[in-house]
């Protein structure tokens, strides 16, 4: 009855009722799940994808993209919320909510969960071909230090805040740092570093599995995709500790199909479908008892199942002006 | 209204508001005051600009010189200037042999040197590199059939680089340079050929006229655009440097500094406008 | 003696010229053949082979993204090309054959669009698009992509036009009183290599744009580009080499169409 008095008030154009637009990374959404929810609810699903939260941010800056669907970042969630962008869609009241696991209900960029639902999360730390690299794996020094056999087979993530919060944890160095002479230290490492690294570039599996590099910095997914050609590939959780990210459903300002957009935040948070995401994107979601639904072999992979040793995950908001011009002050003098 | 106004009308107009308004308005912003988040805040400040050259100083807020942004620029137009005899070496020569097939067969070999435009250059970029690299296809050719011991170092360096922006940028220089020699008249160059003692001396005088304006076209679509290009070192070269196209990229997206980025680009952009001016003004008093 | 002679005295076959354009066609097309390889990749690695399969073509006749993506690409490449090829040649007929005053910044605002950096173009079409009203998606889309193209469709005709002789226009012009006759009998027809030029490079260029599309586009006017560069972050599986390998035997259709065309005509 209510859904039917907002569809009279609201006037949408009659192919708009049965519409969704999704924006977010490319093959992130599992066909199978899309069409569920086609078949479920009666919308056409439209997916159109973004390649950096920037890009998303402009345009939603720029007013009115027509997307009814984002999926962004922790840091980016928090910006979102802080300049107005998203709509207030009341997640921590929806049906399904019971679903979502404690640890993802009070978050730092949503901590009411009002605005967003939790879509899929993972790590950025590092893996290494045990083949080549004996003894003890467990510290960033595999990395900054590095054995001879692995000087020169080092890649790295081409990020500049990935890059350097992993440097900063081997120094001790706080994350976004307003502190030159520490983010001096950082860069010495990491120009120190540079001799023995092979290249900086984010596609790190072809580089695992051929043998081209056996030490890189990696996001957990790939590393198990790597894993799945190379048995001898193993993810790491530095005892130095490593980054988190959750990537998170959100209804971007003047959604043009609000409704239809609240039921897919609702649909994403049933356990099923949940681990459909998680078998398709090979990252965890965020949902109790989707288990249950996710292949054994990825339920029991090391990569998305730290040891009890591993330190927490970090979960980094976007960094102040000033510990962001330092930061772009390192990477620039490391590049050149 | 003149033929000729009516002629340069509608590029002029799509160009001056669909680009040139756009642009005058980022200009502007090189004169504000970076936003937390991205965009601007409307405040003037020239900061932007004093920090093209100068590092100011965290404790006492002194400048001093500061060359990292001149370097970036000097190897930026290297890489353009790179780029752009590389593919004068190995396009004017292709030009010329499509430019001499039978009428037939021409467009079909300039299709051909398109084709693999087709994949997008960072796909196309990823698999040059996947060539080169120590496990790639050539080493391990070379290597099965006894020629070298070891992987030969073609990936991550200059070399792989050069290949790269090769690849990148091959057909605007054939492509304008086709244009300009196709159905070039050769028994004027036989003619000549009677006439003078040299080879060399017939093709300059008959030949580089023609090729001219093929020769600035070919040039200004290869240098200019290859200053901001960053694909080939970035994947091709390992990413250890970066180049002019990155850093402004990078204001705009991780660095958060909009008005820096806007700073970079109007001074790219005033030098090259100035450079390119020259070369017209030069052109059209050759002309006349 | 005397063949050899003539022989070496004709310059088109000045010594290692079909030798350099052999190897320039090869080294174009080895990432090509290279990658068309992996796109029957039974695996995920788009660098090592583990057995051939379809796999992939079948993931990409089901994927509705990919495809839809595709075809925006073609198509907004072939409209902003031809667009922007009609205005080019009409500017390069006005430039060079005609006077026009202030000559040099004319050249200079023709060419602009090639010295803005991308993400600069990106940024501030996206503000001064949604400034105006103009919703982001094809439309926009056709407009950006038109205005950068034009200097690359401009660059080869008006090259084409100088080296030209204008005698033979010149020639025309005594003999018809009609400047458009003359324009459609002669002009365009010699005109018609720098016009091909033109029109492949604007092609090309906006087939390959990524950036400026990934700001302006709006919900279903995602075009390949945007979508393979958005695959990065899950990483690029053979996927894309099918998608690439099947833009490549579209465009060598085109080829042997066009070829076929020719001959027929002749």
């Known amino acids: ?336 | 209204m003149k033929l000729h106004r009516l002629l340069l009308a509608p590029s002029l107009g799509t160009i001056l508001i669909f680009m040139a308004l756009p642009i005058a308005l980022t200009t502007l912003y090189s004169v504000l005051t970076p936003a937390q988040h991205g965009g601007v805040i409307w405040q003037p400040s020239g900061e932007a600009y004093v920090r093209l050259m100068f590092e100011r100083d965290i404790f006492d807020d002194t400048l001093s010189f500061n060359a990292d942004y001149l370097q970036i620029l000097g190897r930026s137009a290297l890489q353009a200037g790179f780029a752009t005899i590389l593919c004068l070496l190995i396009g004017l020569p292709t030009a010329w042999f499509i430019a001499t097939r039978p009428p037939a067969q021409k467009s079909l070999w300039l299709m051909l040197v398109t084709v693999p435009y087709w994949v997008n250059l960072l796909v196309r970029t990823i698999a040059l590199l996947l060539m080169l690299r120590d496990e790639g296809p050539i080493n391990g050719a070379l290597q099965s059939m006894g020629l070298t011991d070891g992987p030969l170092p073609l990936a991550y360096n200059n070399f792989a680089i050069g290949l790269g922006l090769v690849s990148s940028f091959l057909p605007f220089m054939i492509l304008p340079l086709y244009a300009a020699i196709e159905r070039f008249d050769f028994s004027l160059l036989e003619a000549a050929y009677d006439l003078h003692a040299s080879r060399w001396q017939a093709v300059w005088s008959v030949i580089l006229p023609i090729l001219r304006p093929g020769l600035i076209a070919g040039g200004l679509l290869v240098f200019i655009p290859g200053i901001g290009s960053y694909l080939a070192p970035d994947i091709l070269g390992g990413g250890k440097t970066l180049m002019l196209g990155n850093l402004i990229g990078m204001q705009f997206q991780g660095s958060r500094n909009w008005p820096f980025g806007a700073a970079l680009s109007t001074v790219l952009m005033s030098v090259t406008l100035i450079a390119l001016i020259l070369v017209a003004r030069r052109a059209a008093r050759e002309a006349a | ?266």
């Open chain 3, 1 to 266: 003696m005397a063949l050899l002679d003539t022989r070496a005295r004709d310059i088109r076959n000045l010594p290692g010229v079909g030798v350099t354009a052999a190897l320039a066609v090869a080294f174009l097309y080895a990432p090509i053949l290279f990658l068309m390889l992996y796109s029957f990749n039974d695996g995920r690695s788009i660098s090592r082979l583990d057995g051939l399969s379809f796999r992939w073509y079948r993931a990409v006749f089901a994927n509705e993204e990919i495809g839809g993506a595709a075809l925006n690409s073609v198509l907004l490449a072939v409209i902003a090309a031809s667009l922007a090829t009609v205005m080019a040649t009409a500017a390069a007929l006005a430039m060079v054959r005609m006077r026009v005053r202030r000559k040099a910044a004319t050249y200079a605002v023709l060419n602009f669009p090639l010295m803005v950096p991308e993400i600069v173009t990106a940024i501030a079409s996206l503000i001064f698009f949604s400034a105006i009203g103009l919703g982001l998606g094809f439309g926009s889309l056709v407009i950006a992509h038109t205005t950068f193209c034009i200097p690359f469709a401009y660059l080869p005709i008006a090259a084409r036009l100088t080296s030209m002789d204008a005698g033979l226009e010149v020639a025309a012009a005594d003999l018809y009183a009609r400047p458009l006759r003359r324009f459609a009998l002669i002009t365009l027809p010699l005109l018609a290599p720098g016009l091909l030029s033109g029109w492949l490079l604007a092609f090309i260029v906006s087939l390959d744009d990524f950036i400026i599309s990934s700001m302006l586009s709006g919900p279903g006017s995602t075009t390949l580009p945007v979508h393979i560069y958005s695959m990065l972050r899950l990483g690029i599986t053979p996927e894309v080499n099918a998608v690439s390998s099947l833009m490549v035997l579209a465009s060598a259709l085109v080829v042997i169409l066009s070829g076929l065309i020719s001959r027929r005509k002749t």
């Open chain 1, 1 to 336: 009855m209510r859904t039917l008095a907002i569809l009279l008030l609201t006037a949408a154009p009659a192919f708009a009722e049965g519409d969704l637009f999704i924006y977010t990374w490319g093959e992130y959404t599992p066909p199978d799940l899309v069409a569920k929810f086609e078949k479920e609810f009666g919308v056409k699903v439209h997916i159109d994808s973004y390649d950096s939260m920037e890009t998303m941010i402009a345009k939603l800056r720029a007013g009115g993209a027509g997307y009814d669907i984002i999926v962004p970042g922790d840091a980016t969630m928090q910006v979102l919320i802080a300049e107005d962008m998203v709509e207030k869609i009341d997640v921590f009241a929806m049906p399904n909510f019971a679903n979502v696991d404690e640890k993802w209900r009070e978050v730092y960029w949503d901590p009411k969960r009002e605005y967003s639902a939790p879509w899929a999360w993972g790590s950025t730390a590092f893996a290494v071909d045990t083949a080549v690299v004996k003894g003890d794996t467990s510290s960033l020094a595999v990395l900054f230090d590095p054995a001879e056999e692995v000087k020169g087979r080092i890649n790295m993530l081409r990020d500049m805040n990935d890059v350097i919060n992993m440097a900063e944890r081997y120094l001790g160095v706080p994350r976004c740092s307003e502190n030159p002479d520490a983010m001096k230290r950082v860069l010495e490492l990491l120009e120190t570093q540079k001799e023995w690294v092979k290249s900086y570039d984010s596609e790190t599996k072809e580089l695992l599995v051929s043998g081209e590099a056996v030490v890189s910095m990696a996001w957990n997914g790939y590393s198990m995709r790597a894993r799945d050609e190379k048995p001898t590939i193993a993810y790491v959780y530095p005892k130095e500790g490593y980054t988190g990210w959750m990537d998170n459903v959100a209804v971007p300002k003047g959604a043009p199909n609000l409704d239809n957009a609240k039921a897919w935040v609702n649909f994403v948070m049933d356990p099923e479908n949940a681990a459909m995401i998680t078998n398709y994107a090979r990252y965890s979601n965020g949902i109790k008892g989707s288990e249950a639904f996710i292949e054994p072999a990825l339920a029991a992979a090391p990569e998305i199942n730290p040891p009890a040793d591993a330190p927490a995950p970090e979960f980094i908001p976007t960094c102040s002006p000033a510990a962001t011009a330092l930061i772009d002050k390192v990477w620039t003098k490391l590049m050149n």
